[in-house]
Each structure stands twice: as structure tokens, then as C-alpha cells.
């Protein structure tokens, strides 16, 4: 028999990916809680175990520069429902929502015929079915959500129903998903599912068999560690149902973390400054891994900038999918990335903490008392309080720029700090040279901090006038 010769057999193999991906792929978003940018075996953690994101590390594109679009989880899941930073429309800071009028991924693949599923941590508002930012309201066909983080065995609102299940946390989320999927494979219907999984966030509580994978160590790393391998063997079912599927071939998998780790956990940052809550690189950079056998069928490996607001553009152009009157985003497509032909980022980011605090979501109290409303032992709750932009009473001015910002162009970062003597001071920082953030060098290089600096000015500006309300 003759053989093809091996480039041949390339050239074909290339060819088939690429019909296979002019198809509509379908598109699942996993997103950890509080997950370390060193939180993971393929960038060298000596202690955790995590195989199957090794894997994927390994056979896909793996992502060394991806951030976070804000340091801590509510503001972060609003990127990348919007493409936007979460600042533009007041999701300030944990527990904050999305506005109504933000136009949504789930939205807008809705448009191009996808089914759209939500499992797992929701924190963009209220998990009741008429709550005008609830997952259904925000545009998923169907969601088993929970207003905020969870432990093991938890409640949860099943399009506005509380449900209860039995089992490791990240594998209950991940076989909620996995229901929905194999509906969508049976109609041939393509799908966004949005996994975000309630771990590691505290209190940090793994199930005995993945706490004995950890016995040489004390309990609070038998119990981080546990829930990392148990989202890593969430992750390994879901890869293994998809390829049972025949699906996984045609699906694009994105995996990430939605800010650092908690500072006092034991979770690591892999040497970079800081941790969650802060702009430093500890606080946002976050390990990132896109699986997509049809569109790279090669692994690869980029330390070109990107960050979860870039998902939404991303996904839009994938699905063709144009959106009129689309306000401002942030983000921009990766489809060039993702080709191999985005050799740097054409587009600076803009990170912002703006000091307005957070709000408390305690998901298993609020699903406790929507499950005693259901079964008639209880009063009527209330939507989650947001007031539509219409309707706004305050106007934030085009000086309120409170709180540490940053600007991301290419090799360099800014950072506008405040300061009680002086307001605010500069630092900047080349972080191919500099990781770490150690060694500030704005005085040895006047021309481009005044650039960066004017840059994100602007920026800043920007974002302020989205928050008053001039983007809709």
C-alpha cells in the first residue's frame, strides 16, 4: 500500500481541522475561585498534584501572561460576561452586580443559535428567576447556580428552584454541566456552558480521599490541595465525557482563575508580588489554558498579554456574531492568538481597584430561605437591589479616581498608587526583566512613564464616563 508522505499527511491533517472549525464550535468557560497563578504542577508546584491541567497545559495553548480583569471574583466574572472592564458599569468590588442593560456573552451567542448554560458560582447578582440580574435574566437558557462560593454537597437554584445534591464539590458542578451538554448533543444544538467552580475559595474543605492524596502535610494543605485536585479531576471528567461525546474535538475549552490567591491561604503565586485584592502581578495573573483540537492542533506556549475581558470578543468573532450599538469594550479578539499570528498585544490593558468595598452574598443562608419560601414555610424574598442606569441618582466626576490603578502595555506595567502625602505616585516596571515587581525604573525612563501615564489617563476617563451612564 502506498503511503502519503509525512508532510502530506500534515497538510491533510490541517485541512480537516480547519473544515472541522468552520463549523459552529461550542465553547465551555471554566473559571476557579481564588486559584494562584502558581497553583498548578506544569509551572513547577512541588506538592500539588494536578495532572489532567498538566495535560492541557501541555497540548493546548497555554496562556504565561494572562490576568484577570480585576483582583478580586464579582468584578472579574463581569468581564467576561461583557468584554468590559467591571468598573464601567459599578461592579466595584465582590458581591457587586452587572447593570441590566450590560449586553452579555450568553446574550449575544443566544443570537447565533447557541444554547447557553450557567453551573456553578454565579456573584453577579441573585440566583432568583425574576431578579433582573440573575443568570436567567443575563441571558442563560439554563442555570444550576449559587449566588456566591460553596463547599461540598451544596444547594443550589435550578433556573430559580433549589435543588440540593450529593457529592465533591467541583464534580457536582461539572456533572450539572455535563447534563446539559449531552441535551445539546442530542438536538445538535451548539452551546456557551459557563462552569465557574466555588473552590478554592475558604473555608477550604476537601473531601477525605483527596485530603489522604496530601497526608505527608497539616490540614490547611491537605484541604487547599485537595480542593485543587478536586477541580482537577472535575476537570479530567469533563475532558473524558467531551471525547465520549466526539465532541471535544470542535469545543473550545478556556480554563482560568478569576483573580490570585488569598494571602493567607497556602496557595502560591509563583514569586509574583502579592496576592488577591491587589494589582500587583499576585493578585491578577492567573493560569490560563485554551483546549481546541480542531483550531490548535498543535501545543504551544505565549507570553502575549491577555485577560478575561478578552473572552467575550473572542467568542464573538468565533461565532460571527456582530452586535449594534455595542458600548465600549476593553477586550479585544485573541482568533489571531489563537492562529499563531499575534506576536504582541495591539491594545494596552487598563486595571482598576477602585476603594468602594464589597457586599456580603452568603449563598447557602440565601438558598435556605428560597427553599423554605418554595415549600411554603417562609416569606417572599426580594430580586437582588440594582437600580437600572435611567434611574441613577449619582454621578461620579471625571476626578474620581480613587484607588490603585494600572497600565499593561506590552513588556511594561504602570502602576498609579495612592499616596496620603502626594495623592498618588508612579511606579513602572518591566516585567520580562522584572516579574516580580522588585526594582521600580520610572526615573530611567522619563519619556515612557509620560506616556503610560497620559495613556491611562485617558483610560480612566473613559471608564467614568461609561459608569455615568453614556454608553447606553
Given at each position: 500500500?502506498?503511503r502519503?508522505?509525512?508532510l502530506?499527511?500534515?497538510?491533510l491533517?490541517?485541512?480537516?481541522?480547519?473544515?472541522?472549525?468552520?463549523?459552529?464550535?461550542?465553547?465551555?468557560?471554566?473559571?476557579?475561585?481564588?486559584?494562584?497563578?502558581?497553583?498548578?504542577?506544569?509551572y513547577?508546584?512541588?506538592?500539588?498534584k494536578?495532572?489532567?491541567l498538566?495535560?492541557?497545559?501541555?497540548?493546548?495553548?497555554?496562556?504565561?501572561?494572562?490576568?484577570?480583569?480585576?483582583?478580586?471574583?464579582?468584578?472579574?466574572?463581569?468581564?467576561?460576561?461583557?468584554?468590559r472592564n467591571?468598573?464601567?458599569?459599578?461592579?466595584?468590588?465582590?458581591?457587586h452586580?452587572?447593570?441590566?442593560?450590560?449586553?452579555?456573552i450568553?446574550?449575544?451567542?443566544?443570537?447565533?443559535?447557541?444554547?447557553?448554560?450557567?453551573?456553578?458560582?454565579?456573584?453577579?447578582?441573585s440566583?432568583r428567576?425574576e431578579?433582573?440580574?440573575?443568570?436567567?435574566h443575563?441571558?442563560?437558557?439554563?442555570?444550576?447556580?449559587?449566588?456566591?462560593?460553596?463547599?461540598n454537597?451544596?444547594?443550589f437554584?435550578?433556573?430559580?428552584?433549589?435543588?440540593?445534591?450529593?457529592?465533591e464539590?467541583?464534580?457536582?458542578?461539572?456533572?450539572?454541566?455535563?447534563?446539559f451538554?449531552?441535551q445539546?448533543?442530542?438536538?445538535?444544538?451548539?452551546?456557551?456552558?459557563?462552569?465557574?467552580f466555588?473552590?478554592?475559595?475558604?473555608?477550604?474543605?476537601?473531601?477525605?480521599?483527596?485530603?489522604?492524596?496530601?497526608s505527608?502535610?497539616?490540614?490547611?494543605?491537605?484541604?487547599?490541595?485537595?480542593?485543587?485536585t478536586?477541580?482537577?479531576?472535575?476537570?479530567?471528567l469533563?475532558r473524558?465525557?467531551?471525547?465520549?461525546?466526539?465532541?471535544?474535538e470542535n469545543t473550545?475549552?478556556?480554563?482560568?482563575?478569576?483573580?490570585?490567591p488569598?494571602?493567607?491561604?497556602?496557595?502560591?503565586?509563583?514569586?509574583?508580588?502579592?496576592?488577591?485584592?491587589?494589582?500587583?502581578e499576585?493578585?491578577?495573573r492567573?493560569?490560563?489554558i485554551?483546549?481546541w483540537?480542531?483550531?490548535i492542533?498543535?501545543?504551544r506556549?505565549?507570553?502575549v498579554?491577555?485577560?478575561?475581558?478578552d473572552?467575550?470578543?473572542?467568542?464573538?468573532?468565533?461565532?460571527?456574531?456582530?452586535?449594534e450599538?455595542?458600548p465600549?469594550l476593553?477586550g479585544?479578539s485573541l482568533?489571531?492568538?489563537?492562529?499563531?499570528q499575534?506576536?504582541?498585544?495591539?491594545?494596552p490593558?487598563?486595571?482598576?481597584?477602585?476603594?468602594?468595598?464589597g457586599?456580603p452574598?452568603r449563598?447557602?443562608?440565601?438558598?435556605?430561605?428560597?427553599?423554605?419560601?418554595?415549600?411554603?414555610?417562609?416569606?417572599?424574598?426580594e430580586?437582588?437591589?440594582?437600580?437600572p442606569?435611567?434611574?441613577?441618582?449619582?454621578?461620579?466626576?471625571?476626578?474620581?479616581l480613587q484607588?490603585?490603578a494600572?497600565?499593561?502595555d506590552?513588556?511594561?506595567?504602570?502602576?498609579?498608587?495612592?499616596?496620603?502625602?502626594?495623592?498618588?505616585?508612579?511606579e513602572?516596571y518591566?516585567?520580562?526583566e522584572?516579574?516580580?515587581?522588585?526594582?521600580?525604573?520610572?526615573?530611567q525612563e522619563p519619556e515612557?512613564?509620560?506616556?503610560?501615564k497620559?495613556?491611562?489617563?485617558?483610560?480612566q476617563?473613559?471608564?467614568?464616563?461609561?459608569?455615568?451612564?453614556?454608553?447606553?
Amino acid at each position: 500500500m502506498r503511503r502519503l508522505p509525512l508532510l502530506s499527511v500534515l497538510f491533510l491533517l490541517a485541512i480537516t481541522s480547519r473544515v472541522i472549525a468552520a463549523e459552529k464550535p461550542n465553547f465551555i468557560l471554566c473559571m476557579t475561585d481564588d486559584q494562584g497563578w502558581g497553583d498548578v504542577g506544569y509551572y513547577g508546584h512541588e506538592e500539588l498534584k494536578t495532572p489532567v491541567l498538566d495535560e492541557m497545559a501541555a497540548v493546548g495553548l497555554r496562556f504565561d501572561r494572562f490576568y484577570a480583569a480585576h483582583p478580586v471574583c464579582s468584578p472579574t466574572r463581569g468581564s467576561v460576561m461583557t468584554g468590559r472592564n467591571p468598573n464601567r458599569f459599578a461592579c466595584f468590588s465582590w458581591g457587586h452586580t452587572l447593570r441590566p442593560e450590560e449586553i452579555t456573552i450568553a446574550e449575544t451567542l443566544k443570537r447565533a443559535g447557541y444554547a447557553t448554560g450557567h453551573f456553578g458560582k454565579w456573584h453577579l447578582g441573585s440566583v432568583r428567576a425574576e431578579d433582573p440580574v440573575s443568570p436567567g435574566h443575563s441571558g442563560f437558557d439554563q442555570w444550576v447556580s449559587s449566588p456566591n462560593f460553596y463547599e461540598n454537597s451544596p444547594l443550589f437554584s435550578k433556573n430559580g428552584h433549589v435543588i440540593e445534591t450529593e457529592g465533591e464539590s467541583s464534580e457536582v458542578t461539572v456533572e450539572a454541566a455535563l447534563e446539559f451538554i449531552r441535551q445539546q448533543k442530542e438536538s445538535d444544538t451548539p452551546f456557551l456552558a459557563v462552569i465557574w467552580f466555588g473552590n478554592p475559595h475558604t473555608p477550604h474543605e476537601a473531601v477525605d480521599e483527596l485530603q489522604d492524596l496530601y497526608s505527608d502535610y497539616g490540614k490547611a494543605k491537605q484541604n487547599y490541595y485537595g480542593e485543587l485536585t478536586g477541580i482537577d479531576q472535575a476537570m479530567g471528567l469533563l475532558r473524558t465525557q467531551l471525547r465520549e461525546m466526539e465532541l471535544a474535538e470542535n469545543t473550545l475549552l478556556w480554563f482560568t482563575s478569576d483573580n490570585g490567591p488569598q494571602g493567607r491561604s497556602p496557595g502560591s503565586s509563583g514569586g509574583l508580588r502579592d496576592a488577591k485584592g491587589s494589582l500587583w502581578e499576585g493578585g491578577i495573573r492567573v493560569p490560563t489554558i485554551i483546549e481546541w483540537p480542531a483550531r490548535i492542533p498543535q501545543p504551544r506556549i505565549t507570553d502575549v498579554p491577555a485577560n478575561t475581558s478578552d473572552i467575550y470578543p473572542t467568542l464573538l468573532e468565533i461565532a460571527g456574531v456582530t452586535i449594534e450599538n455595542q458600548p465600549p469594550l476593553d477586550g479585544l479578539s485573541l482568533v489571531s492568538l489563537l492562529d499563531g499570528q499575534m506576536e504582541s498585544r495591539p491594545k494596552p490593558m487598563g486595571f482598576w481597584r477602585h476603594p468602594t468595598g464589597g457586599m456580603p452574598v452568603r449563598s447557602r443562608e440565601i438558598l435556605l430561605a428560597m427553599q423554605m419560601e418554595q415549600a411554603g414555610d417562609g416569606p417572599a424574598g426580594e430580586p437582588h437591589p440594582r437600580t437600572p442606569v435611567s434611574r441613577m441618582e449619582e454621578e461620579h466626576s471625571p476626578d474620581d479616581l480613587q484607588g490603585h490603578a494600572a497600565w499593561l502595555d506590552g513588556d511594561w506595567k504602570l502602576h498609579r498608587i495612592p499616596d496620603r502625602k502626594n495623592g498618588f505616585r508612579y511606579e513602572l516596571y518591566n516585567l520580562v526583566e522584572d516579574a516580580a515587581e522588585k526594582t521600580d525604573v520610572s526615573d530611567q525612563e522619563p519619556e515612557r512613564l509620560a506616556r503610560m501615564k497620559q495613556a491611562l489617563a485617558e483610560w480612566q476617563a473613559s471608564v467614568i464616563a461609561s459608569l455615568n451612564g453614556e454608553d447606553y
